[in-house]
């Protein structure tokens, strides 16, 4: 089994910054992908980004594309999703995701983490 356990999410500002860190922990072999979901409320959960082990990344996000970052520290088994410029919009629970392969489908999903929320204020 793999544990993960986000951290970093918080309160900012519109143009403001955070990075959420996700720990994995356990059997590692199956954080062959290391993803982003994200939900907002009365939405449902969608992809933000992923990353393979030894950092192949897709962004599933348009509205994302440019102002976020997603990367690992495979060392670590821990990814990161650097998220700048958030707007109001950006406003969610944001979940970090892990298993062989890299699906933007929730139902693909093998482990998931807690979630973390963030809150974007204008």
């Known amino acids: 089994q793999l544990q993960l356990v986000e951290s970093g999410g918080g309160s900012v500002q519109a143009g403001g910054s955070l990075r959420l860190s996700c720990a994995a922990s356990?059997?590692?072999?199956?954080?062959?992908?290391m993803a982003w979901f994200r939900q907002a409320p009365g939405k449902e959960r969608e992809a933000v980004a992923s990353v393979y082990r030894r950092g192949s990344s897709r962004y599933d996000l348009d509205f994302v594309k440019g102002r976020f970052t997603i990367s690992r520290d495979d060392a670590k088994d821990t990814a990161y999703l650097q998220m700048s410029s958030l707007q109001p919009e950006d406003t969610a629970i944001y979940y970090c995701a892990a298993g062989g392969w890299c699906s933007p489908n929730v139902v693909d999903v093998r482990f998931w983490g807690q979630g973390t929320q963030v809150t974007v204020s204008s």
């Open positions: 356990g059997d590692t072999d199956y954080s062959n992908c």
